[in-house]
């Protein structure tokens, strides 16, 4: 299956400071997904990026599917962003049938501080 | 709420109890998921429903049981878990997991069924 690896496992950031989390993958992709999980476990489903750049108030990602990854940025930073980002790349299923899986990366930790 | 409505939200159980976990979606979607979450790991796959039918078992073992009476309703039945098994377990669901067109899988989780086997 495709490897799916995120960078920096950690990060702690002062409020208001930017950052960008990476996603590499091991191979072409039919999309990807940026989703944030907050401190409770919920998953909340950010970015469907499969190429190109896409913005969300705070929020931006851009995916260069030729070079097989996928940033995320994040300005002015929220003690409300803390919580742990994945990214999430969809391919083809064990079952080798049509069934597509969504396959995660172990994510970046995101700390912001006030 | 995303729409995605998981219980119970925490369970305790013994090693010898038999359990269930729920989930419902109300999105309309025909595909749905079980994920598993444990500490330090990614998000594993478990079970894959599409239209009501398994597509996917990731090698689970069999004391996890999954029921998909339809498809907006999944279940997990549990029994003789070990351990090891305590984890977070999310549940997902998707238009349809068998289309590559764009947006079909798109998941939207649940807000998970954190479980402690003692």
């Known amino acids: 299956g495709i490897q799916v690896e995120q960078s920096p496992p950690d990060l702690i950031l002062q409020e208001g400071a930017n950052s960008t989390l990476r996603c590499n993958f091991s191979?072409?992709?039919?999309?990807l997904q940026w989703f944030h999980q907050n401190p409770w476990g919920q998953l909340i489903n950010l970015f469907y990026i499969p190429s190109g750049t896409k913005q969300n108030g705070r929020l931006s990602a851009t995916t260069v599917a030729t070079e097989r990854y996928s940033l995320l940025y994040i300005s002015s930073s929220q003690t409300t962003d803390s919580g742990v980002y994945f990214c999430a790349v969809v391919e083809r299923g064990n079952s080798g049938g049509s069934n597509y899986k969504l396959t995660f990366g172990k994510g970046t930790l995101l700390t912001v501080n006030p | 709420e995303t729409g995605v409505t998981q219980t119970p939200r925490h369970l305790v159980m013994g090693m010898t109890n038999k359990k269930s976990l729920k989930c419902e979606q109300h999105?309309?979607?025909?595909?749905m998921y079980w994920y598993k979450q444990s500490a330090k790991k990614p998000l594993e796959l478990m079970f894959v429903?599409?239209?009501?039918?398994?597509?996917e078992n990731n090698s689970v073992p069999s004391r996890f049981s999954p029921e998909c009476p339809n498809s907006s309703h999944l279940f997990l039945h549990l029994h003789t878990l070990q351990p090891e098994d305590s984890a977070l377990y999310l549940c997902?669901?998707?238009?349809?997991?068998?289309?590559?067109?764009?947006?079909?899988?798109?998941?939207?989780f649940g807000a998970g069924s954190r479980l402690t086997v003692l």
């Open positions: 429903y599409n239209f009501k039918e398994q597509t």
């Open positions: 999105l309309g979607h025909n595909a």
């Open positions: 997902a669901s998707s238009q349809d997991s068998t289309s590559g067109r764009w947006g079909a899988n798109v998941l939207t």
């Open positions: 191979d072409s992709v039919n999309n």
